[in-house]
Protein backbone atom coordinates (compact mmCIF):
# COMPACT_ATOMS: atom_id res chain seq x y z
CA UNK A 1 0.00 0.00 0.00
CA UNK A 2 2.73 2.70 0.80
CA UNK A 3 4.16 1.37 -2.50
CA UNK A 4 1.37 2.27 -4.33
CA UNK A 5 1.04 5.74 -2.72
CA UNK A 6 4.63 6.33 -3.09
CA UNK A 7 3.64 5.55 -6.98
CA UNK A 8 0.69 7.37 -7.35
CA UNK A 9 2.56 10.57 -6.13
CA UNK A 10 5.33 10.31 -8.69
CA UNK A 11 2.79 9.87 -11.39
CA UNK A 12 1.42 12.93 -10.31
CA UNK A 13 4.61 14.98 -9.98
CA UNK A 14 5.75 13.46 -13.77
CA UNK A 15 2.31 14.82 -15.11
CA UNK A 16 2.91 17.83 -14.02
CA UNK A 17 -0.32 17.98 -12.17
CA UNK A 18 -0.56 20.09 -8.44
CA UNK A 19 -0.87 17.94 -5.46
CA UNK A 20 -2.64 19.52 -2.68
CA UNK A 21 -0.09 19.94 0.80
CA UNK A 22 -2.28 17.28 3.19
CA UNK A 23 -2.31 14.83 0.50
CA UNK A 24 1.29 15.04 -0.51
CA UNK A 25 2.03 14.87 3.12
CA UNK A 26 -0.80 11.82 3.72
CA UNK A 27 1.30 8.78 4.80
CA UNK A 28 -0.35 5.08 5.27
CA UNK A 29 0.80 3.37 8.84
CA UNK A 30 2.71 0.03 7.46
CA UNK A 31 0.74 -1.40 10.15
CA UNK A 32 -2.82 -0.19 9.22
CA UNK A 33 -4.65 1.52 6.54
CA UNK A 34 -6.37 4.61 8.39
CA UNK A 35 -6.39 7.45 6.50
CA UNK A 36 -7.13 10.58 9.02
CA UNK A 37 -8.88 12.67 6.46
CA UNK A 38 -10.68 14.48 9.01
CA UNK A 39 -7.51 15.75 10.36
CA UNK A 40 -6.44 16.88 7.09
CA UNK A 41 -9.70 19.01 6.86
CA UNK A 42 -8.54 21.17 9.76
CA UNK A 43 -5.99 22.95 7.18
CA UNK A 44 -9.23 24.42 5.29
CA UNK A 45 -11.27 25.48 8.20
CA UNK A 46 -11.02 29.03 7.47
CA UNK A 47 -12.91 28.34 4.14
CA UNK A 48 -15.12 26.07 5.56
CA UNK A 49 -16.30 29.36 7.96
CA UNK A 50 -16.23 31.24 4.79
CA UNK A 51 -18.10 29.26 3.48
CA UNK A 52 -20.99 28.71 5.51
CA UNK A 53 -20.94 32.74 5.91
CA UNK A 54 -21.72 32.99 2.71
CA UNK A 55 -24.18 30.50 2.45
CA UNK A 56 -25.80 31.91 5.70
CA UNK A 57 -25.89 34.99 3.79
CA UNK A 58 -27.09 33.62 0.23
CA UNK A 59 -30.20 32.27 2.48
CA UNK A 60 -31.06 36.00 4.02
CA UNK A 61 -30.82 37.43 0.74
CA UNK A 62 -33.50 34.41 -0.45
CA UNK A 63 -35.33 35.34 2.59
CA UNK A 64 -35.58 39.52 1.81
CA UNK A 65 -36.49 39.07 -2.17
CA UNK A 66 -38.07 35.95 -2.50
CA UNK A 67 -40.19 34.47 0.78
CA UNK A 68 -40.10 34.27 4.50
CA UNK A 69 -39.63 30.58 4.34
CA UNK A 70 -36.81 30.78 3.61
CA UNK A 71 -35.89 32.12 7.39
CA UNK A 72 -36.16 28.18 8.15
CA UNK A 73 -32.87 27.84 6.31
CA UNK A 74 -31.19 30.96 7.20
CA UNK A 75 -31.57 30.77 10.53
CA UNK A 76 -29.62 27.54 11.53
CA UNK A 77 -26.85 28.74 9.04
CA UNK A 78 -26.65 31.73 10.64
CA UNK A 79 -26.38 30.19 13.89
CA UNK A 80 -23.50 27.61 12.13
CA UNK A 81 -21.63 30.24 10.88
CA UNK A 82 -21.50 32.04 13.57
CA UNK A 83 -20.38 29.09 16.22
CA UNK A 84 -17.75 28.43 13.29
CA UNK A 85 -16.45 32.52 13.57
CA UNK A 86 -16.51 32.13 17.14
CA UNK A 87 -14.54 28.41 17.29
CA UNK A 88 -12.00 30.07 15.32
CA UNK A 89 -11.65 33.27 17.47
CA UNK A 90 -11.76 31.26 20.83
CA UNK A 91 -8.47 30.22 22.21
CA UNK A 92 -9.87 27.80 25.16
CA UNK A 93 -10.34 24.42 22.99
CA UNK A 94 -7.77 23.27 20.59
CA UNK A 95 -10.20 21.00 19.07
CA UNK A 96 -12.56 23.60 17.97
CA UNK A 97 -9.66 25.83 16.41
CA UNK A 98 -8.68 23.18 14.24
CA UNK A 99 -12.66 21.76 13.50
CA UNK A 100 -14.92 24.82 13.71
CA UNK A 101 -18.45 23.49 14.53
CA UNK A 102 -17.54 20.08 14.08
CA UNK A 103 -15.90 19.47 16.73
CA UNK A 104 -18.23 20.43 19.20
CA UNK A 105 -19.38 16.73 18.25
CA UNK A 106 -16.80 15.42 20.46
CA UNK A 107 -18.39 17.49 23.39
CA UNK A 108 -21.37 16.14 23.02
CA UNK A 109 -20.48 12.90 22.80
CA UNK A 110 -18.38 12.68 25.50
CA UNK A 111 -20.91 14.44 27.56
CA UNK A 112 -23.24 11.25 26.31
CA UNK A 113 -20.79 8.62 27.21
CA UNK A 114 -21.35 7.70 30.91
CA UNK A 115 -25.16 6.98 29.46
CA UNK A 116 -24.25 5.08 26.44
CA UNK A 117 -21.87 2.79 28.93
CA UNK A 118 -24.12 2.72 31.46
CA UNK A 119 -27.54 1.60 29.02
CA UNK A 120 -25.83 0.43 26.20
CA UNK A 121 -22.40 -1.05 26.77
CA UNK A 122 -21.88 -2.40 30.06
CA UNK A 123 -22.81 -5.98 30.95
CA UNK A 124 -25.74 -6.80 33.98
CA UNK A 125 -22.59 -7.84 36.30
CA UNK A 126 -19.54 -5.57 35.24
CA UNK A 127 -20.83 -2.05 35.61
CA UNK A 128 -19.00 0.54 38.39
CA UNK A 129 -19.87 2.12 40.83
CA UNK A 130 -22.80 -0.70 40.93
CA UNK A 131 -23.71 -2.69 38.32
CA UNK A 132 -27.26 -2.91 36.79
CA UNK A 133 -28.38 -6.17 38.50
CA UNK A 134 -28.18 -4.59 41.73
CA UNK A 135 -29.73 -1.32 40.49
CA UNK A 136 -32.03 -3.37 39.40
CA UNK A 137 -33.04 -5.21 42.72
CA UNK A 138 -33.24 -2.08 44.52
CA UNK A 139 -35.30 -0.22 42.38
CA UNK A 140 -38.05 -2.99 42.02
CA UNK A 141 -37.74 -3.39 45.94
CA UNK A 142 -38.22 0.11 46.26
CA UNK A 143 -41.13 -0.26 43.78
CA UNK A 144 -42.32 -3.43 45.60
CA UNK A 145 -42.53 -5.27 42.26
CA UNK A 146 -40.65 -8.85 42.21
CA UNK A 147 -36.46 -8.59 42.24
CA UNK A 148 -36.26 -12.21 40.90
CA UNK A 149 -34.26 -13.06 37.46
CA UNK A 150 -34.58 -16.57 34.83
CA UNK A 151 -32.34 -18.65 33.81
CA UNK A 152 -29.61 -18.70 36.69
CA UNK A 153 -26.43 -16.29 36.74
CA UNK A 154 -24.46 -14.62 34.83
CA UNK A 155 -21.56 -14.47 36.98
CA UNK A 156 -18.36 -16.74 36.89
CA UNK A 157 -18.33 -18.90 39.65
CA UNK A 158 -15.12 -20.00 38.73
CA UNK A 159 -13.54 -17.08 38.56
CA UNK A 160 -10.91 -15.77 40.61
CA UNK A 161 -12.50 -13.77 43.80
CA UNK A 162 -16.09 -14.92 43.66
CA UNK A 163 -17.76 -15.02 46.74
CA UNK A 164 -20.19 -17.53 48.08
CA UNK A 165 -22.42 -18.17 51.13
CA UNK A 166 -22.85 -21.63 52.13
CA UNK A 167 -26.90 -23.29 52.63
CA UNK A 168 -27.56 -26.04 54.61
CA UNK A 169 -29.32 -29.09 54.21
CA UNK A 170 -31.13 -28.20 57.40
CA UNK A 171 -32.37 -24.71 56.96
CA UNK A 172 -34.52 -23.21 59.38
CA UNK A 173 -38.13 -21.39 59.35
CA UNK A 174 -38.04 -17.40 58.57
CA UNK A 175 -38.24 -15.68 61.65
CA UNK A 176 -41.19 -13.58 61.52
CA UNK A 177 -39.70 -10.59 62.82
CA UNK A 178 -35.92 -9.48 62.03
CA UNK A 179 -33.65 -9.05 64.92
CA UNK A 180 -32.08 -5.72 66.11
CA UNK A 181 -29.39 -4.66 67.97
CA UNK A 182 -28.78 -2.62 71.31
CA UNK A 183 -26.19 -0.18 70.93
CA UNK A 184 -25.50 1.15 74.56
CA UNK A 185 -22.52 -0.33 76.38
CA UNK A 186 -22.22 -0.10 80.20
CA UNK A 187 -21.26 3.62 80.47
CA UNK A 188 -24.45 4.16 78.38
CA UNK A 189 -27.38 5.21 80.01
CA UNK A 190 -30.35 5.04 76.90
CA UNK A 191 -29.35 2.32 74.50
CA UNK A 192 -30.86 2.11 71.31
CA UNK A 193 -31.76 -1.14 69.12
CA UNK A 194 -30.64 -0.70 66.29
CA UNK A 195 -32.37 -2.44 62.78
CA UNK A 196 -29.75 -4.68 60.28
CA UNK A 197 -29.79 -2.04 57.33
CA UNK A 198 -29.99 1.67 58.47
CA UNK A 199 -29.54 4.97 56.20
CA UNK A 200 -25.85 5.91 56.22
CA UNK A 201 -24.12 9.36 56.06
CA UNK A 202 -25.74 11.84 53.91
CA UNK A 203 -25.57 15.45 54.66
CA UNK A 204 -27.87 17.93 53.48
CA UNK A 205 -26.29 20.57 51.45
CA UNK A 206 -25.24 17.06 49.54
CA UNK A 207 -28.49 16.14 49.07
CA UNK A 208 -31.71 18.45 48.70
CA UNK A 209 -33.85 18.78 50.97
CA UNK A 210 -36.87 16.34 49.42
CA UNK A 211 -34.32 13.89 49.25
CA UNK A 212 -33.45 14.13 53.14
CA UNK A 213 -37.04 14.24 53.82
CA UNK A 214 -37.84 11.11 52.00
CA UNK A 215 -35.10 9.12 53.32
CA UNK A 216 -36.04 10.23 57.33
CA UNK A 217 -39.70 9.59 56.81
CA UNK A 218 -39.18 6.21 55.26
CA UNK A 219 -37.03 5.15 57.85
CA UNK A 220 -39.97 6.71 60.39
CA UNK A 221 -42.06 3.97 58.35
CA UNK A 222 -39.97 1.78 58.24
CA UNK A 223 -38.26 1.82 62.25
CA UNK A 224 -35.08 1.99 61.45
CA UNK A 225 -32.23 5.00 61.53
CA UNK A 226 -31.00 8.13 59.40
CA UNK A 227 -27.18 9.16 59.53
CA UNK A 228 -27.50 13.17 59.11
CA UNK A 229 -24.10 13.24 57.66
CA UNK A 230 -21.70 16.08 58.73
CA UNK A 231 -23.74 18.82 57.41
CA UNK A 232 -25.37 19.35 60.74
CA UNK A 233 -29.25 18.51 61.94
CA UNK A 234 -32.07 20.32 59.52
CA UNK A 235 -35.53 20.94 59.72
CA UNK A 236 -35.86 17.79 57.24
CA UNK A 237 -34.13 15.33 59.53
CA UNK A 238 -36.66 16.70 61.99
CA UNK A 239 -39.57 16.66 60.49
CA UNK A 240 -40.12 13.56 59.04
CA UNK A 241 -40.04 11.36 62.75
CA UNK A 242 -37.25 9.72 61.87
CA UNK A 243 -34.82 8.31 64.44
CA UNK A 244 -31.41 10.33 63.71
CA UNK A 245 -27.71 9.19 64.31
CA UNK A 246 -25.88 13.02 64.40
CA UNK A 247 -22.82 12.89 62.96
CA UNK A 248 -20.44 15.45 64.09
CA UNK A 249 -17.30 16.01 61.57
CA UNK A 250 -14.27 17.95 61.54
CA UNK A 251 -16.29 21.27 60.90
CA UNK A 252 -18.48 20.24 64.19
CA UNK A 253 -21.05 21.86 61.74
CA UNK A 254 -24.37 22.74 64.00
CA UNK A 255 -22.67 22.99 66.87
CA UNK A 256 -19.36 25.14 66.43
CA UNK A 257 -18.12 28.25 67.59
CA UNK A 258 -17.51 31.41 65.15
CA UNK A 259 -13.95 29.95 65.15
CA UNK A 260 -14.59 26.49 64.23
CA UNK A 261 -14.28 25.23 67.26
CA UNK A 262 -16.57 22.54 69.07
CA UNK A 263 -19.36 24.43 71.30
CA UNK A 264 -20.27 22.05 73.99
CA UNK A 265 -23.34 23.99 74.77
CA UNK A 266 -24.57 24.17 71.32
CA UNK A 267 -24.24 20.36 71.13
CA UNK A 268 -25.56 19.29 74.40
CA UNK A 269 -29.28 21.48 73.24
CA UNK A 270 -29.44 19.55 70.06
CA UNK A 271 -28.01 16.26 71.15
CA UNK A 272 -31.24 16.33 73.67
CA UNK A 273 -33.75 16.24 71.01
CA UNK A 274 -35.88 13.02 71.08
CA UNK A 275 -35.12 12.68 67.26
CA UNK A 276 -31.03 12.20 68.26
CA UNK A 277 -30.92 8.25 69.39
CA UNK A 278 -27.24 7.95 69.27
CA UNK A 279 -24.43 11.05 68.05
CA UNK A 280 -21.26 10.18 66.11
CA UNK A 281 -17.90 11.72 65.52
CA UNK A 282 -16.51 11.38 62.11
CA UNK A 283 -12.96 10.79 62.03
CA UNK A 284 -12.77 9.87 58.52
CA UNK A 285 -14.59 8.58 55.31
CA UNK A 286 -14.34 5.81 52.74
CA UNK A 287 -14.48 8.28 49.86
CA UNK A 288 -11.48 10.46 50.70
CA UNK A 289 -9.97 9.29 53.98
CA UNK A 290 -7.56 11.43 55.53
CA UNK A 291 -9.18 14.75 53.67
CA UNK A 292 -11.32 17.63 54.67
CA UNK A 293 -13.59 19.41 52.39
CA UNK A 294 -14.17 22.71 50.84
CA UNK A 295 -17.90 24.49 50.78
CA UNK A 296 -17.18 26.94 48.23
CA UNK A 297 -19.01 30.61 49.30
CA UNK A 298 -21.80 30.18 46.15
CA UNK A 299 -23.23 27.34 47.57
CA UNK A 300 -23.30 28.70 51.45
CA UNK A 301 -27.15 29.83 50.82
CA UNK A 302 -29.13 30.94 53.33
CA UNK A 303 -30.56 27.83 54.32
CA UNK A 304 -26.80 26.17 54.69
CA UNK A 305 -26.04 28.77 56.44
CA UNK A 306 -28.46 28.33 59.06
CA UNK A 307 -28.21 24.39 59.74
CA UNK A 308 -24.43 24.55 59.64
CA UNK A 309 -24.18 27.70 61.77
CA UNK A 310 -21.35 29.99 58.87
CA UNK A 311 -21.44 32.77 57.60
CA UNK A 312 -23.85 33.11 54.48
CA UNK A 313 -22.14 33.34 50.85
CA UNK A 314 -18.57 32.68 52.41
CA UNK A 315 -15.92 29.71 51.62
CA UNK A 316 -16.40 26.97 54.07
CA UNK A 317 -13.27 24.85 54.73
CA UNK A 318 -13.44 21.53 56.69
CA UNK A 319 -9.98 20.94 58.51
CA UNK A 320 -8.82 17.27 57.74
CA UNK A 321 -8.23 16.57 61.28
CA UNK A 322 -9.97 17.36 64.44
CA UNK A 323 -9.38 20.74 67.02
CA UNK A 324 -10.26 18.68 70.11
CA UNK A 325 -8.15 15.97 70.30
CA UNK A 326 -4.76 14.80 68.81
CA UNK A 327 -4.05 11.46 70.72
CA UNK A 328 -5.70 8.44 71.32
CA UNK A 329 -6.24 9.06 74.33
CA UNK A 330 -7.71 12.54 73.41
CA UNK A 331 -10.08 10.60 71.41
CA UNK A 332 -11.56 8.25 73.85
CA UNK A 333 -11.68 11.20 76.18
CA UNK A 334 -13.94 13.25 73.89
CA UNK A 335 -16.18 10.41 73.19
CA UNK A 336 -16.58 10.30 77.00
CA UNK A 337 -17.26 13.94 76.89
CA UNK A 338 -19.51 13.65 74.10
CA UNK A 339 -21.84 10.73 75.71
CA UNK A 340 -22.06 13.23 78.86
CA UNK A 341 -22.99 16.13 76.87
CA UNK A 342 -25.85 13.93 74.94
CA UNK A 343 -27.50 12.78 78.65
CA UNK A 344 -25.72 9.55 78.28
CA UNK A 345 -26.96 8.63 74.40
CA UNK A 346 -25.44 5.90 72.36
CA UNK A 347 -22.03 7.59 71.04
CA UNK A 348 -19.37 6.52 68.60
CA UNK A 349 -17.57 7.18 65.98
CA UNK A 350 -17.05 6.49 62.20
CA UNK A 351 -13.74 5.51 59.98
CA UNK A 352 -12.07 4.41 57.35
CA UNK A 353 -9.44 2.24 58.54
CA UNK A 354 -5.54 2.85 57.80
CA UNK A 355 -3.03 1.96 60.16
CA UNK A 356 -2.96 -1.14 62.00
CA UNK A 357 -1.08 0.09 64.75
CA UNK A 358 -3.37 3.38 65.30
CA UNK A 359 -6.06 0.96 65.61
CA UNK A 360 -4.48 -0.96 68.35
CA UNK A 361 -3.66 2.51 69.94
CA UNK A 362 -6.84 3.69 70.01
CA UNK A 363 -8.08 0.29 71.47
CA UNK A 364 -4.88 0.73 74.12
CA UNK A 365 -6.49 3.91 75.23
CA UNK A 366 -10.06 2.69 75.39
CA UNK A 367 -8.62 0.14 77.79
CA UNK A 368 -5.90 2.96 79.66
CA UNK A 369 -8.68 5.33 79.96
CA UNK A 370 -11.51 2.88 81.14
CA UNK A 371 -14.00 4.10 78.39
CA UNK A 372 -15.23 2.64 75.36
CA UNK A 373 -17.40 3.72 72.84
CA UNK A 374 -21.10 2.13 71.81
CA UNK A 375 -20.61 1.81 68.46
CA UNK A 376 -17.85 1.94 65.65
CA UNK A 377 -19.06 2.34 62.00
CA UNK A 378 -15.99 1.29 59.78
CA UNK A 379 -16.58 3.06 56.31
CA UNK A 380 -14.99 1.05 53.18
CA UNK A 381 -12.41 2.74 50.83
CA UNK A 382 -15.28 1.33 48.41
CA UNK A 383 -17.82 3.75 50.14
CA UNK A 384 -18.60 7.34 48.49
CA UNK A 385 -21.85 9.32 48.02
CA UNK A 386 -20.07 13.03 47.52
CA UNK A 387 -17.58 13.78 44.91
CA UNK A 388 -13.89 13.28 45.85
CA UNK A 389 -10.45 13.33 44.59
CA UNK A 390 -9.82 10.27 41.82
CA UNK A 391 -6.67 9.30 43.46
CA UNK A 392 -8.30 9.39 46.81
CA UNK A 393 -11.06 7.12 45.90
CA UNK A 394 -9.23 4.96 43.93
CA UNK A 395 -5.91 4.48 45.99
CA UNK A 396 -6.32 5.79 49.84
CA UNK A 397 -8.24 4.02 52.63
CA UNK A 398 -8.71 0.03 53.14
CA UNK A 399 -11.21 -1.93 52.00
CA UNK A 400 -14.65 -2.64 53.93
CA UNK A 401 -13.75 -6.47 54.17
CA UNK A 402 -10.00 -5.96 55.18
CA UNK A 403 -11.33 -2.71 57.47
CA UNK A 404 -14.23 -4.79 59.22
CA UNK A 405 -11.40 -7.91 60.00
CA UNK A 406 -9.12 -5.40 61.81
CA UNK A 407 -11.41 -3.41 63.93
CA UNK A 408 -13.36 -6.33 64.95
CA UNK A 409 -9.93 -8.23 65.14
CA UNK A 410 -8.55 -5.97 67.29
CA UNK A 411 -11.81 -5.35 69.75
CA UNK A 412 -11.76 -9.10 70.08
CA UNK A 413 -8.08 -9.18 70.98
CA UNK A 414 -8.29 -6.80 73.34
CA UNK A 415 -11.28 -8.17 75.05
CA UNK A 416 -13.59 -5.24 74.37
CA UNK A 417 -15.40 -6.82 71.70
CA UNK A 418 -18.99 -7.68 73.77
CA UNK A 419 -19.13 -3.81 74.97
CA UNK A 420 -18.89 -2.25 71.59
CA UNK A 421 -21.14 -2.71 68.69
CA UNK A 422 -19.91 -2.58 64.85
CA UNK A 423 -21.37 -0.99 62.07
CA UNK A 424 -20.52 -1.57 58.23
CA UNK A 425 -20.99 1.24 55.75
CA UNK A 426 -19.42 0.67 52.01
CA UNK A 427 -21.43 -0.50 49.41
CA UNK A 428 -24.11 -2.53 50.66
CA UNK A 429 -27.53 -2.53 48.78
CA UNK A 430 -28.76 -6.50 48.93
CA UNK A 431 -29.52 -8.99 51.79
CA UNK A 432 -26.66 -10.81 50.59
CA UNK A 433 -24.31 -7.71 51.31
CA UNK A 434 -25.95 -7.62 54.54
CA UNK A 435 -24.80 -11.40 55.51
CA UNK A 436 -21.48 -10.78 54.43
CA UNK A 437 -20.59 -8.35 56.24
CA UNK A 438 -22.13 -9.70 59.51
CA UNK A 439 -19.93 -13.16 59.08
CA UNK A 440 -17.40 -10.56 58.86
CA UNK A 441 -17.89 -8.85 62.39
CA UNK A 442 -20.72 -6.31 61.76
CA UNK A 443 -23.58 -6.23 63.90
CA UNK A 444 -25.52 -4.03 61.51
CA UNK A 445 -24.80 -2.32 58.51
CA UNK A 446 -25.59 1.23 56.57
CA UNK A 447 -26.30 2.23 52.90
CA UNK A 448 -26.06 5.22 51.08
CA UNK A 449 -26.20 4.69 47.55
CA UNK A 450 -28.68 2.06 47.31
CA UNK A 451 -30.52 4.94 49.73
CA UNK A 452 -30.25 6.97 47.11
CA UNK A 453 -31.22 4.58 44.38
CA UNK A 454 -34.44 3.98 46.17
CA UNK A 455 -35.64 7.89 46.26
CA UNK A 456 -34.94 7.90 42.11
CA UNK A 457 -31.28 8.23 42.02
CA UNK A 458 -30.10 6.70 38.31
CA UNK A 459 -25.91 6.69 38.84
CA UNK A 460 -25.88 9.29 36.38
CA UNK A 461 -22.70 10.47 38.55
CA UNK A 462 -23.68 14.10 38.48
CA UNK A 463 -23.52 14.71 42.25
CA UNK A 464 -20.72 17.06 42.43
CA UNK A 465 -21.83 19.52 39.21
CA UNK A 466 -25.47 20.57 41.51
CA UNK A 467 -27.38 19.47 37.77
CA UNK A 468 -28.77 15.97 39.49
CA UNK A 469 -31.43 15.10 37.02
CA UNK A 470 -33.46 13.42 39.23
CA UNK A 471 -33.37 16.38 42.02
CA UNK A 472 -31.58 13.81 44.62
CA UNK A 473 -28.18 15.52 44.83
CA UNK A 474 -28.93 18.93 44.33
CA UNK A 475 -29.97 22.38 45.68
CA UNK A 476 -31.08 23.71 42.74
CA UNK A 477 -34.67 24.25 43.64
CA UNK A 478 -35.90 23.07 40.07
CA UNK A 479 -34.37 19.88 40.10
CA UNK A 480 -35.45 18.65 43.51
CA UNK A 481 -39.05 19.61 43.02
CA UNK A 482 -38.68 16.82 40.55
CA UNK A 483 -38.62 14.64 43.87
CA UNK A 484 -41.63 13.53 45.01
CA UNK A 485 -41.48 13.16 48.71
CA UNK A 486 -44.12 11.30 49.53
CA UNK A 487 -43.67 8.40 46.80
CA UNK A 488 -40.24 7.92 48.00
CA UNK A 489 -40.91 7.62 51.23
CA UNK A 490 -42.51 4.51 50.84
CA UNK A 491 -39.80 3.45 48.48
CA UNK A 492 -37.50 3.91 50.58
CA UNK A 493 -39.55 1.94 53.52
CA UNK A 494 -40.05 -0.75 50.83
CA UNK A 495 -36.59 -1.01 49.91
CA UNK A 496 -34.93 -1.68 53.44
CA UNK A 497 -37.74 -3.93 54.62
CA UNK A 498 -37.63 -6.00 51.69
CA UNK A 499 -33.61 -6.09 51.98
CA UNK A 500 -33.68 -7.23 55.62
CA UNK A 501 -36.23 -9.77 54.59
CA UNK A 502 -34.22 -10.84 52.01
CA UNK A 503 -30.91 -11.26 54.39
CA UNK A 504 -33.52 -13.21 57.07
CA UNK A 505 -34.07 -15.71 54.12
CA UNK A 506 -30.88 -16.03 53.17
CA UNK A 507 -29.86 -16.84 56.74
CA UNK A 508 -32.77 -19.51 56.91
CA UNK A 509 -31.16 -20.85 54.07
CA UNK A 510 -27.97 -21.41 55.42
CA UNK A 511 -29.51 -22.78 58.87
CA UNK A 512 -29.55 -19.62 61.02
CA UNK A 513 -32.07 -18.26 62.54
CA UNK A 514 -30.10 -15.38 64.56
CA UNK A 515 -27.29 -13.10 62.84
CA UNK A 516 -25.24 -14.28 66.38
CA UNK A 517 -25.09 -18.02 64.52
CA UNK A 518 -23.15 -16.66 61.66
CA UNK A 519 -19.31 -17.56 61.32
CA UNK A 520 -16.72 -17.34 58.70
CA UNK A 521 -17.08 -20.41 57.73
CA UNK A 522 -19.87 -19.81 56.35
CA UNK A 523 -18.49 -17.40 53.50
CA UNK A 524 -15.87 -18.85 50.96
CA UNK A 525 -13.85 -17.51 48.32
CA UNK A 526 -12.60 -18.65 45.42
CA UNK A 527 -8.76 -18.11 45.36
CA UNK A 528 -8.27 -19.75 42.28
CA UNK A 529 -9.47 -22.50 39.44
CA UNK A 530 -8.91 -25.32 42.36
CA UNK A 531 -8.74 -23.89 45.51
CA UNK A 532 -11.92 -22.61 47.98
CA UNK A 533 -11.28 -21.60 51.06
CA UNK A 534 -13.80 -20.33 53.77
CA UNK A 535 -13.17 -17.01 55.46
CA UNK A 536 -11.98 -18.80 58.82
CA UNK A 537 -9.14 -20.12 56.52
CA UNK A 538 -8.52 -17.25 54.70
CA UNK A 539 -8.33 -14.70 57.70
CA UNK A 540 -6.64 -15.38 61.17
CA UNK A 541 -9.56 -14.52 63.82
CA UNK A 542 -8.03 -13.96 67.60
CA UNK A 543 -9.55 -15.37 70.51
CA UNK A 544 -10.92 -12.96 73.15
CA UNK A 545 -8.29 -11.29 75.49
CA UNK A 546 -5.73 -13.35 73.06
CA UNK A 547 -3.77 -9.55 72.28
CA UNK A 548 -3.44 -9.12 75.99
CA UNK A 549 -1.89 -12.53 77.22
CA UNK A 550 0.48 -13.51 73.73
CA UNK A 551 -0.03 -11.62 70.62
CA UNK A 552 0.22 -13.89 67.40
CA UNK A 553 3.42 -13.19 65.28
CA UNK A 554 0.89 -11.69 62.32
CA UNK A 555 0.04 -8.83 65.27
CA UNK A 556 2.83 -8.83 67.38
CA UNK A 557 5.13 -5.84 65.47
CA UNK A 558 1.70 -3.83 65.55
CA UNK A 559 1.00 -4.52 69.05
CA UNK A 560 4.23 -3.43 70.41
CA UNK A 561 4.41 0.01 68.04
CA UNK A 562 0.87 1.02 69.16
CA UNK A 563 1.11 4.04 71.89
CA UNK A 564 -2.00 5.29 73.09
CA UNK A 565 -1.00 8.88 73.66
CA UNK A 566 -0.14 9.59 69.93
CA UNK A 567 -0.93 8.34 66.29
CA UNK A 568 2.09 8.49 64.27
Given at each position: ?VAAQSGLLSFWGTTGAVVPRWLADLRVPAAGFSFDLVARLSVVRFGLVAGLVV??????????????????????????????????????????????????????????????????????????????????????????????????????????????????????????????????????????????????????????????????????????????????????????????????????????????????????????????????????????????????????????????????????????????????????????????????????????????????????????????????????????????????????????????????????????????????????????????????????????????????????????????????????????????????????????????????????????????????????????????????????????????????????????????????
Open positions: MVAAGAVVLCVAVSAWWWFLAVPLLALAATGAYDLAQRRHSVLRNYPVLGHLRFLLESLRPELQQYFVERNFDGRPYDRDVRSIVYQRAKGTAAEEPFGTERDVYAEGYEFLVPSLAPVPVPDHAPRVRVGGPDCARPYEMALLNVSAMSFGSLSSNAILALNQGAARGGFAHDTGEGGLSEYHLRGGGDLIWEIGTGYFGCRTSDGDFDPSTFAEKAAHDAVKCVSLKLSQGAKPGMGGVLPGTKVNAEIARVREVPMGETVVSPPYHRVFSTPRELVRFLARMRELAGGKPTGFKLCVGSRVQVLAVCKAMRAEGVTPDFIVVDGAEGGTGAAPLEFADHLGTPLTEGLHTVHNALVGTGLRDRIRLGASGKVATGADVVKRLIQGADYTNAARAMMFAVGCIQSQRCHTNKCPVGVATQDPRRGRALDVGDKTERVRRYQEATVASAMRIMAAMGVSDPAELSPQMLRRRVDARTVLSYAEWYDWLEPGQLLAEPPREWAEAWAAADPDRFA
